[in-house]
């Protein structure tokens, strides 16, 4: 049974640039999120999807981040013109829908963007 | 607006000692989860217990115990006897729908 991979682990890039952030949940895990987390900060939120929908987007989350979840099982998240306060852990989560709220997450190893 | 606060930043303790990790939250929800993850230094979130507003009662798990008082909107996490590898950062997590509203986390020390 394997848990919530990510890929790539560490990722550097150039202002400017854009980004493709891959998530592959726990297989049969029908939630899935994303949490960005800055250094000696807590995740804060960004999305989540319920199979292929995405339900709920935080504020931080501006035009130029985009995810996806195209056919309810991977999901990816994509940052154009990256900048500099970019920079960050950006974690997946995934849970099984058990009736309600409050199911535990479980989190992969994140990716860790630099922008240069 | 929902809140989790951990006041304490860092602590250091000695091999052997108890150690409680603080945590105070805020919510309007009358149904709402707590939850513990413990962050180690290779960085993947460790999910260790989740308690529901409606269940007060204290929970031990081996070295591990945790204290709901919904009087003071407080769930503190206590390690007994800590050891090296209890090493990480601590983070309280509230859920009141289903994203998680995270602490700033405590940065547990363990010395040998």
């Known amino acids: 049974d394997t848990g919530v991979s990510q890929d790539p682990r560490h990722k550097i890039t150039k202002r400017g640039q854009n980004v493709t952030f891959r998530c592959d949940p726990i297989?049969?895990?029908?939630?899935l999120y994303w949490y960005r987390q800055t250094l000696g900060q807590g995740p804060e939120f960004l999305t989540y999807?319920?199979?292929?929908?995405?339900?709920?987007k935080s504020r931080l989350l501006s035009d130029r981040f985009s995810a996806e979840r195209p056919k309810g099982s991977f999901s990816t998240l994509e940052i154009q013109r990256t900048e500099q306060g970019d920079s960050a852990m950006y974690l997946c989560a995934s849970s099984l829908v058990a009736g309600g709220p409050g199911d535990e997450q479980y989190f992969g190893p994140g990716t860790r963007l630099t922008v240069t | 607006a929902q809140k989790v606060t951990q006041a304490q930043t860092e602590i250091s303790v000695v091999e052997k000692e108890d150690v409680t990790l603080d945590c105070v939250y805020e919510t309007r929800d009358t149904t709402y989860y707590l939850f513990w993850y413990k962050q180690p230094p290779s960085g993947e979130l460790v999910f260790l217990i989740r308690r529901n507003s409606f269940d007060e009662q204290n929970e031990i798990s081996g070295r591990y115990s945790w204290n709901f008082q919904k009087s003071t909107s407080s769930f503190n996490f206590t390690i007994t006897a800590s050891q090296v590898v209890d090493s990480a950062v601590y983070f309280c997590a509230l859920s009141g729908t289903y994203k998680y509203i995270f602490g700033t986390g405590t940065r547990l020390k363990v010395l040998a």
């Open positions: 297989s049969e895990h029908n939630r």
């Open positions: 999807f319920q199979n292929e929908a995405q339900l709920e």
